[in-house]
């Protein structure tokens, strides 16, 4: 059965899911890009106990390389910290860094289209927040 562009939603979401978990429990913080800021650990660099083997901070977001997977992702304030968050480039990026596991998502226009359906469906959505975002969401999350 081939995954749905929902699937690899799933898989982005809990891939940056992992990346923070593994942040907060090494390092004992509770927002890891204040833990950054804080230089509690470095902009870039490896966690390969942790099965992260390259990783950096930037902006407001996180790469994270795993040995089977590449995720980049950003926070949103709602004001509370999220990571669920994504976009039709960032999902595209996530594609083609796991292209053998998503190889019938090759083609950008076909991604473009399932992600354009899934908002007009209506489940997925860009909140208005007060800090703005660029991100989409679950609905149902929201």
Not at 52 to 76: E, P, R, S
């Amino acid at each position: 059965m081939n995954p749905a562009l929902i699937d690899i939603i799933r898989d982005y979401q809990e891939s940056a899911d992992k990346a923070v978990h593994i942040f907060r429990t090494k390092y004992q913080v509770d927002d890891i890009l204040e833990g950054w800021h804080n230089r509690i650990y470095e902009q870039t660099g490896k966690l390969p106990e942790e099965g992260i083997n390259f990783y950096a901070f930037h902006g407001i977001g996180l790469a994270a390389h795993f040995a089977d997977k590449i995720v980049d992702f950003d926070f949103a304030y709602f004001p509370e910290q999220r990571h669920d968050g994504f976009d039709l480039w960032r999902l595209v990026g996530f594609i083609e860094n796991n292209e053998n596991k998503y190889a019938e998502y090759k083609d950008k226009v076909k991604v473009e289209k399932e992600f354009n359906e899934l908002i007009t469906k209506g489940i997925i959505e860009k909140p208005i927040l007060e800090n703005s975002t660029n991100l989409y969401f679950f609905k149902d999350t929201l």
